[in-house]
């Protein structure tokens, strides 16, 4: 699989930034409690406000979990982490895949209850519907019945409750690692990490185009009869957006969701991003976007302008930024 490199410049701010990152990533001090204070704390999550004892044996599940939880320096305090096989390649391209090797993986198919159990686990981390489960019965009520408290991720917020917590994927990573960072007693660590991160969203931003319309950009993860793609909810949106383009489906009230091919032709968009994990090739999509004859009208298809993203950096997590910098190197690369 070849990628676009990034410009010179770009890509040495984006090494830079992350070096520093990684160099403070082997663990996180807890910052000290004062004398007699209990370690509890409230942070609202979804909309409503849970109260917290400092986890002991916590649980993430997918990229998206172990890479925030990795990201605050939490490594050594994880019992594990489960992840569905198909998520292999990200762990090896992760910048810290030193941590997943270093906590137990629980799993290699979906969380469920019963590995929550086994691991006596205190507290969970997932999403709602890509974790978190009515039908597969494994609910933060549930779980609250076997002594594990939970956290949502805040981008599965808008499909969970009542719904009322609505706000970009971006703002759900900031909020969540802040969050996190008061739960688990590592406040400045979290804001070193989100500071880094906004920052370097706003740097990206400069690279922008200082004229013309933004470029059309589809997301394709799988499917042929009908293509699986990313809406306003999940965070490819934000990341097309922060490397200074349009998602054509932004304004689908949506997460990860099926749509049309016909609106995809007529969305007419420029690039088509390809989500890479390990049962389908991105080189396999792409030769099965170019072999649809509907498709051969489609700017991306007819200029051969397709650019592969990894599982890992398109779930929430601290890998959305470097996404958005890799995408904004190959925009600028082709003009756009």
């Avoid at 990313?230 to 349009?246: C, K, L, V, W, Y």
């Avoid at 396999?284 to 509907?294: F, T």
């Amino acid at each position: 699989m070849i990628r676009p490199p990034l410009p010179r410049a770009l890509a040495a701010a984006a090494l830079l930034t992350t070096t520093g990152l990684l160099a403070t990533g082997c663990g996180a001090e807890v910052e000290p409690a004062a004398k007699n204070e209990t370690r509890t704390v409230t942070v609202s999550n979804c909309g409503k406000d849970v109260t917290y004892t400092r986890p002991k044996r916590p649980v993430a599940y997918d990229v998206s979990g172990a890479e925030k939880m990795f990201s605050l320096g939490l490594a050594d305090r994880m019992r594990g982490y489960v992840m569905n096989k198909l998520g292999d390649p990200s762990i090896k391209g992760s910048p810290w895949r030193k941590d997943y090797t270093g906590v137990e993986r629980l799993g290699t198919e979906r969380i469920t209850r019963e590995i929550v159990v086994d691991a006596k686990a205190d507290f969970v981390l997932a999403g709602w519907n890509s974790g978190f489960s009515e039908e597969r019965g494994i609910t933060p009520a549930l779980l609250e019945k076997v002594g594990s408290a939970s956290y949502l991720h805040t981008e599965t917020c808008w499909d969970y409750g009542d719904k009322s917590v609505d706000v970009t994927p971006l703002e759900a990573l900031y909020t969540d690692l802040d969050n996190l960072g008061r739960i688990f007693g590592v406040e400045k660590r979290a804001d070193t990490v989100v500071t880094d991160l906004k920052s370097r969203v706003t740097a990206l931003k400069k690279t922008w185009p200082e004229k013309g319309d933004p470029a059309k950009v589809f997301v394709y993860d799988s499917g042929t009869d009908q293509p699986f793609t990313a809406g306003r909810h999940a965070a490819p949106n934000d990341i097309i957006e922060a490397a200074g383009a349009t998602n054509v489906f932004d304004g689908l009230d949506k997460g990860w969701t099926t749509v049309g091919w016909e609106p995809v032709i007529k969305a007419k968009p420029e690039v088509i991003v390809i989500i890479d994990y390990a049962d389908q090739p991105a080189a396999d999509k792409i030769a099965y976007l170019k072999s649809r004859s509907g498709l051969k009208s489609v700017p991306a298809v007819k200029e051969n302008r397709f650019f592969v993203m990894s599982y890992g950096d398109a779930v929430s997590g601290p890998r959305n930024v470097k996404g958005a910098e890799r995408l904004g190197g190959y925009l600028r690369s082709v003009g756009r």
